[in-house]
């Protein structure tokens, strides 16, 4: 994507990387992304905020050829994880005289991965300023959006906070802004889950340092860029601060049946109850639906047959990551099955430390279920229902 013009003397000029379909070796990228870099220029000073992931560099240095940009006073590392530092060597090396801009925390992490010399560093402290000559950037530490060292930087004469990964969707699309609101609000929960859910307490200490900030424009470093910022700023309130629904996300593997017609059974059972029940078969499912199931969940179960006297390996999976990614469930249990014995339960409740869920009893059952299990899972059912009932979920 060419440069494209925010405002004057303000430009996109990041890279879309459309076909791009997995993040990290781990999340899933079903619509691409974006690594939104921005340039401003002042009446004496020019600044880039963020640059690109390296593979796609060229489209950035390119992007700065066409604008004529001849000189760089500041490069402005909110974050220093590769997709949007990851072009550090070669932009210092193409405007040797910029200053690159970061928290002493972030510098460190950059010298780490980058072996950029100390002296390029210029570091600030939360809350100082940069003038550029008619223009200010404001750099707002942010700790946990979602490394350690990040920080936002707003523009104050025009009201545009730049925030890196912070209120970002991974979403290739030409839309410079969020045109459709619907498309957008699946990305960002999807981005919300994967990334951020992990640190909610953080993000509400960040949202808390922002509120007062007057903000026109919310230009995130993946995804298209907010001019209705309160679209997403509801949104990460939302997922931050409410009470989970009154919803029961159900994952689980199935090998020769047993589990799968409990877990109908379950599933429908929790549904004439009028409780929301998600359901995921982890053979085949996308971690990134199931992880935007876990914003709102109020009770996990988790279906498991018995492998080599433990759950499935997908399964293990599957609470492991739900474990780091700290879902707000306040109850969880296991339903399963078992050919000749094993420690499936055992072993799943090891692997979830992280959840403050109140543990529910497990179905476990021998072989395929029969009518004394469909009555357990009934109860199970009766007893979800009740607790979210008691928990004013429903
Ligand atoms: Fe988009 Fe944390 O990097």
Redesign the pocket.
């Known amino acids: 994507m060419k440069p494209r013009e925010m405002k004057k003397d303000i430009y996109c000029v990041g890279a879309i990387d459309w076909d791009r379909r997995l ?1 990290d070796s781990l999340i899933p990228l079903p619509d691409g992304t974006s ?1 939104n870099s921005y340039l401003i220029r002042g009446s004496n000073k020019t600044a880039l905020i963020d640059t690109v992931n390296p593979p796609m560099k060229d489209v950035l240095l390119n992007n700065l050829d066409q604008l004529g940009v001849s000189h760089i006073d500041y490069v402005i590392f909110n ?1 220093a ?4 530092s990851g072009s550090i060597r070669e932009v210092l090396a193409k405007y040797p005289e910029a200053k690159a801009i970061a928290t002493p925390k972030c510098k460190g992490m950059l010298i780490d991965r980058f072996m950029v010399a100390e002296e390029k560093f210029k570091t600030v402290e939360d809350k100082e300023t940069l003038a550029l000559g008619g223009r200010t950037l404001e750099f707002i530490h942010a700790p946990w959006v ?2 350690p060292e ?1 920080m936002l930087t707003y523009l104050r004469e025009d009201r545009i906070l730049f925030p ?2 912070f209120f ?1 969707s991974h979403l290739a699309i030409t839309d410079m802004y969020v045109r459709d609101a619907g498309q957008e609000y699946e990305a960002a929960k999807r981005y919300y889950a994967e ?1 951020m859910m992990p640190f909610q307490a953080q993000i509400q200490k960040n949202l808390e340092k922002i509120k007062d900030y007057a903000i026109d424009i919310i230009a995130p ?2 995804g298209p860029m907010h001019d209705k910022p309160q679209f997403i700023l509801k949104a990460y309130h939302s997922w931050v601060y409410d009470e989970p629904g009154n919803i029961v996300v159900l994952p689980y593997i199935s090998m020769h049946g047993s589990t799968r017609k409990m877990v109908a059974y379950l599933v429908e059972t929790l549904s004439r109850r009028g409780v929301t029940v998600k359901q995921f078969d982890l053979a085949v499912t996308d971690i990134g639906k199931l992880a935007m199931a876990l914003v709102d969940a109020a009770t996990i179960v988790i279906g498991t047959p018995t492998v080599l006297t433990g759950p499935h390996p997908n399964v293990a999976y599957a609470a492991f990551l739900t474990n780091a990614l700290k879902p707000k469930a306040k109850f969880a249990t296991v339903i399963g099955s078992y050919g000749w014995g094993g420690k499936a339960v055992e072993q799943i409740a090891a692997m979830i430390p992280n959840l403050k869920a109140e543990i529910l009893p497990p179905v476990i059952t021998k072989g395929f279920p029969r009518e004394a299990d469909f009555q357990a899972l009934d109860n199970l059912a009766d007893t979800i229902t009740s607790k979210h009932k008691g928990a004013g979920l429903t």
């Open positions: 993040f690594y974050h994880e590769p997709d949007h979602h490394w990040t890196c990964d970002g990334i470093s993946h």
